[in-house]
């Protein structure tokens, strides 16, 4: 789910080591076409600390960059496109199985390839995972059923936390508790991004090509 299509996953396992290099995970890249007729095409990459799950501007704007060296030594990508990385988000997707497990006791929507149970489409709060000998399976509490459900990782095409108090607490508290670090880390930044005085704290960091 970090990539849907071939082109995604070639571009996906070239950005990982840059990621990487920056101690950071990519959790997930979109190549999308135009938003507008004419228009250029839509790079997404949304990316985060490998520490705590998050990522502030100056990690944005470090990641944007060395990204698009990259693209401009290899021009893996025809045509014009504009480049966007970004946070996550608190509503955020869930793109790997340790997501399921790192978000345990959230409610998340999980969308399928395939019907179990005569749906596609699941909404409840996650119990973690579990490992079976057919693969890595999601727990699930779902509304109204006594006994958690499993769902193979593998059948899962879409999958992000919902937005509601519970998710704003956490986040809020998470905030305040790294809020510090990351203002001192924006502070120390002295390289020449171009957009950085227009940019907040997990707000996209755009490059056009």
Known sequence: MRAKTTEERK???????????LELDIVRVRLQGSREPGGSRF?????ERKSDGDINVTQCARLSRAISAY???VDPIPGEFTLEVSSPGIDRPLTRLKDFETYEGLEARIELD??????KRFRGILAGI???PEGGHIAIDLEGEEETALIPFDWVIDAKLILNDELMKRGAEARASRGDEDEEDDEDFD????D????????????DK
């Not at 571009?11 to 290099?21: G, N, Q, S, T």
């Not at 790079?43 to 990316?47: F, N, S, V």
């Open 43 to 47: 790079l997404q990459i949304m990316a």
């Open 196 to 207: 950085d005085e227009d940019l907040e704290d997990d707000e996209p960091a755009n490059d």
């Open 71 to 73: 693209i401009d030594e």
């Open 11 to 21: 571009l996906l396992e070239a950005f990982d080591p840059i990621a990487e290099a």
């Open 130 to 132: 579990e490992d079976t």
């Open 114 to 119: 395939r019907l179990a149970e005569g749906r």
């Open 191 to 194: 390289d020449d991004f171009e």
